[in-house]
T-cell receptor
Framework: RKEVEQDPGPFNVPEGATVAFNCTYSNSASQSFFWYRQDCRKEPKLLMS???SGNEDGRFTAQLNRASQYISLLIRDSKLSDSATYLC???????????FGSGTQLTVLP | DTGVSQNPRHKITKRGQNVTFRCDPISEHNRLYWYRQTLGQGPEFLTYFQNEAQLEKSRLLSDRFSAERPKGSFSTLEIQRTEQGDSAMYLC?????????????????FGAGSRLTVL
C-alpha cells in the first residue's frame, strides 16, 4: 500500500461548482499535512497547510481526520484558474522528507 | 533572490552518458531537497541536505546517483551511466528551519525543475 493515496481523477466540473478531494495516509504517526498545487509542466506550489481543527482560506477548506487517516480539500465556487493537479503531502515520523501523493487532476470547464 | 533556480532546464542525453544538474536554493534556506517526478505521479523523495550535510537518502537513489552540497549553498545531482528509466523531471526544493508552519513542519519552495530525457 502506498504511504499516501489520492484519487487520480480527472475531475471535470463546471465553473461555480463545489468539488472535494480526499487523500488517505498509511502512517498513523504522521504529523503534518499539506495541499500543494501543480500546474501543467510547472513546479508544485504550496496551497495550504492542514491543521487539526480544519482551516479555510477563501474558497478553499482543508480538513484532517486522524481517526480515519485522511485529509480533504474542498473548493467552492470553482474558477477556470483552479484547473491544476492537487497534491496531498504528508510528513511522518522523524523523517524530514515530505511524501507526496500522486495527485488529483482538476479541470474546471466554462 | 527570486527563488530556487535549477539548470539546465532541459537535458537530452544518450544512454550511458553522465549528466549533472545544479540547484541554487533561496539564499537564507539551509535545507535542500531533491525529488524526482514522472508523468502522472507525485514527486518522489531522493535526498535531503541540511547545510552541507546529506542527512537522508532514499533507496530510490542507486549507486549511479550522487548529490553534493559542498558549501551549504548550491547543490549538484549527478547521474552516471544514465538509463532510459532515469528520464524524469528532477525537482529541487529548499526550506528554512525558521520557515515553519503552525504545525512545525517544513514548507518547501520548489525550483522549476530539470527535465531529463535519456534516449
Amino acid at each position: 500500500r502506498k504511504e499516501v493515496e489520492q484519487d487520480p481523477g480527472p475531475f471535470n466540473v463546471p465553473e461555480g461548482a463545489t468539488v472535494a478531494f480526499n487523500c488517505t495516509y498509511s502512517n498513523s504517526a504522521s504529523q503534518s499535512f499539506f495541499w500543494y498545487r501543480q500546474d501543467c509542466r510547472k513546479e508544485p506550489k504550496l496551497l495550504m497547510s492542514v491543521y487539526s481543527s480544519g482551516n479555510e482560506d477563501g474558497r478553499f477548506t482543508a480538513q484532517l481526520n486522524r481517526a480515519s487517516q485522511y485529509i480533504s480539500l474542498l473548493i467552492r465556487d470553482s474558477k477556470l484558474s483552479d484547473s491544476a493537479t492537487y497534491l496531498c503531502v504528508v510528513i511522518s515520523g522523524s523523517a524530514r522528507q515530505l511524501t507526496f501523493g500522486s495527485g488529483t487532476q482538476l479541470t474546471v470547464l466554462p | 533572490d527570486t527563488g530556487v533556480s535549477q539548470n539546465p532546464r532541459h537535458k537530452i542525453t544518450k544512454r550511458g552518458q553522465n549528466v549533472t544538474f545544479r540547484c541554487d536554493p533561496i539564499s537564507e534556506h539551509n535545507r535542500l531537497y531533491w525529488y524526482r517526478q514522472t508523468l502522472g505521479q507525485g514527486p518522489e523523495f531522493l535526498t535531503y541536505f541540511q547545510n552541507e550535510a546529506q542527512l537522508e537518502k532514499s533507496r530510490l537513489l542507486s549507486d549511479r546517483f550522487s548529490a553534493e552540497r559542498p558549501k551549504g549553498s548550491f547543490s549538484t545531482l549527478e547521474i552516471q551511466r544514465t538509463e532510459q528509466g532515469d528520464s524524469a523531471m528532477y525537482l529541487c526544493a529548499s526550506s528554512s528551519l525558521l520557515g515553519q508552519g503552525a504545525s512545525g513542519a517544513n514548507v518547501l519552495t520548489f525550483g522549476a525543475g530539470s527535465r531529463l530525457t535519456v534516449l
